[in-house]
Structure formats: structure tokens, C-alpha cells
Nanobody
Framework: QVQLVESGGGLVQAGGSLRLSCVASGFLRTTGSLGWYRQAPGHEREFVAR???????NYADSVKGRFTISRANAGYTWYLQMNSLRPDDTAVYYC?????????WGQGTQVTVSS
């Protein structure tokens, strides 16, 4: 059974940093890009960043230059380094494999940025 587990969320002041991690188990082969999404209260879940098997990365415009996605050299572990955090980054962050139409989601980790 596939399982994705996030960690690293928390409370931070504006301008601070957090690093999220996601570890996936139960995969026997690559199934697509590894990504991060987020959902703020009263908003739809939105794309944040993704990294492909080849190492290419994409970011939402709102996080470009502040967030960095990376992956471990082996296995299914990936990260989201979040710098210069702003109050509007407050959300539950979810890791994902294969894009938003798949069923491969973590349980979410809360990130709260205080002003």
C-alpha cells in the first residue's frame, strides 16, 4: 500500500524559514513528478512546486525565488525549503506523486506564518 508522510510544518514568523519533508513508501517504480500543494482556509488546493524524474522543477509564481523543491538521490523522499515566508503562505501543505488527478497524497502538514 502506498503511503506518503509529510513532516516539518509549524509556526514561524514572517520572514522565517521552514523545511518540509515527504517520504513515500510502497512504490516499486517511478510514477511521475513529486510535488507539493497547499490549501488555505476557504480556498481551493493549489499547486506549489514539483520536480520530475529528470530533476526539472516548476514553481507557482507566488513562491518563485523563495521556495526550493529537491529530492533525495535514492528512494522517494523530497523536500520543500521555504524561505522568506509570508502570512499568505499559511496553509496545509500536501505532498503528492504524479499530479493532482492521482490518489497519491500525504495527510498534510500545517504551516502557519505570523505577521
Amino acid at each position: 500500500q502506498v503511503q506518503l508522510v509529510e513532516s516539518g510544518g509549524g509556526l514561524v514568523q514572517a520572514g522565517g524559514s521552514l523545511r518540509l519533508s515527504c517520504v513515500a513508501s510502497g512504490f516499486l517504480r517511478t510514477t511521475g513528478s513529486l510535488g507539493w500543494y497547499r490549501q488555505a482556509p476557504g480556498h481551493e488546493r493549489e499547486f506549489v512546486a514539483r520536480i520530475t524524474d529528470g530533476g526539472s522543477t516548476n514553481y507557482a509564481d507566488s513562491v518563485k525565488g523563495r521556495f526550493t523543491i529537491s529530492r533525495a538521490n535514492a528512494g522517494y523522499t523530497w523536500y520543500l525549503q521555504m524561505n522568506s515566508l509570508r502570512p499568505d503562505d499559511t496553509a496545509v501543505y500536501y505532498c503528492n506523486i504524479g499530479g493532482p488527478t492521482t490518489d497519491y497524497w500525504g495527510q498534510g502538514t500545517q504551516v502557519t506564518v505570523s505577521s
